[in-house]
């Protein structure tokens, strides 16, 4: 078992900490609002990294919608000073189980594209000028459940 973090069902207490994370990792980080709405949508899962010693303290988190078998990660994101510990790795395995996952990454991502890679993710599509603040494209990546059927964009 890892004892440098564990992983826990995210409560609204840890928005706060979330909107930190966020803003150290994203050029156009969620808003508290955006937050709220995604714990009240009744897809919508958000999964926490806490220290081993306190629920309390945030070390990341992830946040995906999930209609089965199908996954979509709409945020991942660990604070700084406790990034290459196997964190992303294990809120993804967490969140992902057997489902078909799905997320957007922006192309100049080099971190999360390995992280995804290594991973077994593959590039699904390319979408032109997806993101702003900067304008940038977004790949499209999926890791196939074995057994579900490839699909495209
Ligand atoms: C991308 C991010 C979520 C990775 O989180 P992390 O907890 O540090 O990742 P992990 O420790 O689980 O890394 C697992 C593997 O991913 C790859 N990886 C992760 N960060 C990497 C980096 N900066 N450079 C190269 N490879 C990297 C490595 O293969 C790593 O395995 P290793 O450490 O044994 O070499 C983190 O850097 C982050 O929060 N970035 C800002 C937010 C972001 O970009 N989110 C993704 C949006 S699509």
């Known amino acids: 078992m890892n004892m440098d973090f564990r992983i826990i069902p995210a409560d609204t ?9 966020e803003n150290a990792s994203f050029s156009d980080p969620w808003k508290e609002e955006l ?3 995604y714990f009240s949508a009744r897809a919508g899962t958000v999964l926490a990294a806490v220290s081993p010693v306190s629920e309390l303290e945030l070390f990341g988190f992830i946040a995906a919608t999930i ?12 604070a700084p000073e406790h990034r290459r510990k196997g964190i992303a790795k294990a ?7 057997d489902f078909e996952v ?18 077994g993710f593959e590039l699904l599509c390319v979408r032109k000028n997806y993101y702003d603040n900067p304008t940038e494209n977004a790949l499209v990546l999926r890791k196939n459940a074995v057994g579900h059927e490839k699909r495209t964009c």
Do not use: H, W
Request: hydrophobic share 50%; charged share 20%; aromatic share 10%.
């Open 102 to 119: 799905t997320l957007e990454v922006r192309e100049s991502n080099l971190a999360a594209r390995e992280l995804y890679y290594s991973l």
């Open 35 to 37: 937050f709220n709405f």
């Open 67 to 78: 209609v089965p078998p199908e996954c979509f990660i709409d945020s991942v994101a660990v």
């Open 13 to 21: 207490e840890l928005i706060p900490q979330m909107l930190k994370i």
């Open 91 to 97: 809120l993804l395995a967490a969140v992902g189980g």
